[in-house]
């Protein structure tokens, strides 16, 4: 082993024990562990797939746009989705436990492409700007593009990013995500968007080519940013999935659509613009737009990374619709239920809380930014939990839900150690994998039901038996042991205490309280059985079916996989970025959830298909007055029905009441973050 020492502590040279690759670490005074500074780099034979998963979305995107015909659109759509999955899932089995592989890629020619898509952005931003009279959007957008042009011009020429593209296990995890979710919420958007045109006004335009070419560009996009080393490459990424989601809020053209579509792409641009401020300081500072070269400068000089990890921080904050920007994700559900599921939950909030995870090696080394993140992170995810408690309309429970979670990965991210990042980790493919189930569950519900509010989903056990198994099984991954979401959790708690924080503490404990009353609510409602109704879900579409079979299949491989994942996914980067062998819950205690979880699946799935089902008549306690509609003599001899309905204490936790607390308390932690890292840098200068 080699020493010496730099200003965030001594340096540490230690061999990987698997490959021999020599490894540079900072042994951090007072905390768990090491971090990594340097890599010895190399070109990886995936380098054409990860090429092909960025270029052939955008190949669909191009030729969906063109075909207006159902059925081509059905088979270009399926054999698409298929591909990449299969793409996606090939890459991530090649190169499992794989350290950190930077791949050369000459940037000239594409960072003149980033500056021309930059450009395209902006117009079409002006363009609906103008067109609907909103100045703050073109404002923002005249000056990220102007400081786009500034920072290509006089900054970052000449700076050459010699590994633009890269891999590591994280990166793994989320393409397992775009590439199996993502395109999974593509095949299910089929169907969905054929009963979603069917009931628009007569004589409406079909704008499904748009709708679908939309969503294969943000998959391009996504894929972008979790391969790129090259921060201007990530940056172009970010921005595409922000025009995307900004258009597909907006496809229904109504005034609700087109307010809360603005209202995303004002915030988003923000964090944009922060994101650009981060470059700027990189750029000047640093002299590199390189990802890994910014972590590793940034740990050995903290203070000198202190106003671009807080301005990156605040770009993911953004983008993980945290408080006080989390009203543009709310706003989102008024968009079709594939954009929910596809934007809004599975994946482009994600793009946020993937680059906090990145920089969780500065974070526990730069206590300004990871004092903003960890306080943001974690009022979000109290507050947020808090407010979901009042909530019937479904689609506004799993946002407030999506947020709240966010907040805690956005939490741990700040925190940094290893078993924070551990369980952020885990956070994230739960997260992605039970929501996307769980929003495409009510998509197809609303439809058949004809409505998304929870206390209208009674008898949902037998109007729509399948449906309502796979929206107890999310539902259940979410909050319930043995499965995979509260071992997550349990990861954050010893995280979490390690810190010695109590606060902390107190806001994981009241915020999970806070998640399980809301889900067990829901879970109730659903599981409840007094009547024997028609089934409705016969008419569900084929495509639907596919897409929530597979979310629900791989929502219960996670659960079952648990400790494989750990070991071959998580595990690998956790010692690749700090050094240590180190997770949040015990390898044996993961083996024991991952069997209980089995048992569980074939419990509630057991059963599904029987056709031999015993029916017994409803039974009011010897009061009844007529079983068949659930009525009962009440103690004044009058008639009454019953019923079950769930409370939701909107006087306590209701919108008005917790809203302009969280908004004020974390606006005031982002500027007082912001300060503080402007003035570090000033002391160094």
């Avoid at 690759?21 to 005074?29: P, Q, S």
């Avoid at 299910?188 to 004589?203: I, K, R, S, V």
């Avoid at 956790?574 to 949040?584: A, E, K, L, P």
């Avoid at 029916?615 to 509609?629: C, I, K, R, T």
């Amino acid at each position: 082993m080699l020493a010496g020492e730099t200003a965030g502590g001594m340096v540490e040279c230690y061999p990987c024990p698997t490959s021999g690759h020599v490894r540079l670490y900072v042994a951090l005074e007072g905390s768990r562990g090491r971090i990594r500074l340097a890599r010895k780099m190399k070109g990886g034979s995936s380098v054409a797939l990860i090429g092909f998963l960025i270029l052939f979305p955008l190949l669909v995107a191009g030729v969906l746009l063109l075909v207006g015909n159902e059925t081509a659109r059905r088979v270009i759509v399926c054999s698409s989705a298929v591909i990449i999955g299969f793409g996606s899932v090939w890459l991530v089995l090649a190169n499992l436990g794989t350290p950190w592989v930077g791949i050369e890629f000459s940037s000239g020619a594409i960072d003149i492409v980033c500056t021309l898509i930059g450009l395209v952005i902006a117009a079409v931003i002006l363009c609906f700007g103008v067109k609907y009279k909103n100045v703050l959007a073109c404002v923002l957008a005249v000056v990220q593009v102007v400081g786009s042009l500034v920072f290509d011009v006089f900054v970052a020429h000449g700076i050459e990013v010699q590994y633009g593209l890269y891999l590591d296990s994280l990166t793994l995890v989320t393409t397992f995500i775009i590439g199996v979710v993502g395109s999974g919420i593509c095949v299910y958007a089929l169907g969905y968007m054929e009963d979603f045109q069917a009931h628009e006004p007569e004589g409406a335009p079909d704008r499904r080519p748009m709708f679908f070419t939309l969503m294969f560009v943000f998959l391009s996009a996504m894929y972008v940013i979790v391969f790129s080393n090259n921060l201007l490459w990530m940056f172009t990424g970010w921005e595409i999935t922000t025009v995307c989601s900004f258009l597909l809020i907006g496809y229904t053209k109504t005034p609700e659509a087109i307010n809360n579509a603005f209202r995303q792409i004002i915030m988003n641009l923000a964090g944009g613009i922060g994101f650009l401020v981060a470059l700027f300081a990189i750029a000047l500072t640093m002299d590199t737009l390189s990802l890994v070269e910014f972590i590793a400068v940034g740990v050995m000089a903290p203070a000198l990374a202190a106003l671009p990890a807080v301005a990156l921080a605040f770009a993911g904050i953004t983008k993980a619709a945290q408080m006080p920007f989390h009203t543009w994700l709310l706003g989102a559900m008024v968009a079709p239920t594939p954009t929910s599921a596809l934007l809004h939950s599975s994946t482009m909030v994600k793009a946020g809380v993937f680059l906090l995870i990145k920089l969780s090696p500065i974070f526990l080394v730069c206590p300004v930014a990871a004092v903003m993140t960890i306080l943001v992170g974690g009022l979000t995810f109290l507050l947020c939990s808090f407010m979901a408690i009042s909530q019937t309309n479904a689609k506004r429970v799993l946002a407030y839900s999506t947020i709240a979670n966010l907040g805690l990965i956005v939490a741990c991210a700040g925190v940094g150690t290893p078993e924070a990042v551990w369980a952020a980790t885990f956070l994230v493919l739960f997260h992605a994998v039970a929501k996307s189930l769980l929003f495409l569950c009510v998509g197809t519900a609303e439809h058949h039901i004809g409505s998304r509010d929870i206390e209208d989903m009674d008898l949902m056990f037998e109007r729509m038996p399948r449906l309502a198994r796979f929206m107890m099984a999310g539902i259940m991954i979410m909050f319930v042991a043995p499965f995979g979401m509260l071992i997550a959790k349990w990861g954050t708690l010893v995280s979490f205490a390690d810190t010695g924080n109590v606060a902390l503490i107190l806001i994981l404990g009241f915020g999970s309280a806070a998640t399980f009353l809301f889900w067990a609510k829901w879970l109730g409602k659903l599981s409840g059985i007094a009547a024997h109704p028609l089934n409705v879900e016969t008419t569900v579409h084929r495509s639907e079916w596919i897409a929530l079979m597979v979310m629900a299949v791989l929502s219960m491989l996670c659960c079952v996989g648990l400790p494989v994942l750990s070991t071959f996914l998580v595990e690998p980067y956790i010692f690749d970025v700090f050094g240590v062998c180190s997770q949040g819950v015990s390898q044996a205690n993961l083996w024991v959830a991952a069997l209980l979880s089995a048992v569980v699946f074939v419990v509630l799935f057991g059963g599904l298909g029987s056709k031999q089902v015993k029916q017994v008549p409803v039974y009011l306690a010897g009061v009844s007055e007529n079983n068949a509609n659930r009525t009962f003599r009440n103690s004044l001899s009058g008639e009454t029905m019953a019923t079950s309905r769930n409370w939701y204490m909107e006087g306590v936790f209701g919108e008005p009441k917790i809203t302009p607390v969280g908004v004020w308390a974390t606006s005031i932690i982002i500027v007082v973050g912001f300060c503080a890292a402007i003035a570090t840098l000033c002391g160094l200068l």
